[in-house]
């Protein structure tokens, strides 16, 4: 069983007028991509992010020499968080 379905092409420059106004939410959203992205953008340049991503150097040069240990504080993070959250319920 075939159907035929009818098939329109829109180019990007015919748009429908109550699609570009319809709604202020896009504009918002728009609006705290933009500030998110120069906050980002901000932060990759500063001297605090050169800093995180040494410090992130480290800490992975310490768990592949000591994994064991590692290992152990994660546990016990772990183990510690479980019951506070447990509790809260």
Do not use: W
Not at 13 to 32: H, L, N
Not at 35 to 40: K, R
Not at 41 to 52: D, G, R, V
Request: net charge negative; charged share 25%; glycine share 6%.
């Amino acid at each position: 069983m075939e159907q035929e379905v009818p098939v329109i092409i829109h180019s990007s420059d015919e748009r429908e007028p109550e699609t570009q106004g319809a709604s202020p939410i896009p504009e918002q959203v728009r609006e705290i991509g933009g500030t998110l992205s120069d906050a980002v953008s901000a932060f990759m340049e500063s001297e605090q992010y050169e800093q995180l991503k040494q410090k992130a150097a480290e800490v992975k040069t310490y768990i592949r020499e000591n994994p064991v240990p590692a290992m152990l504080y994660t546990l016990g993070a772990g183990t510690v968080l479980g019951f506070l959250l447990k509790r809260r319920r």
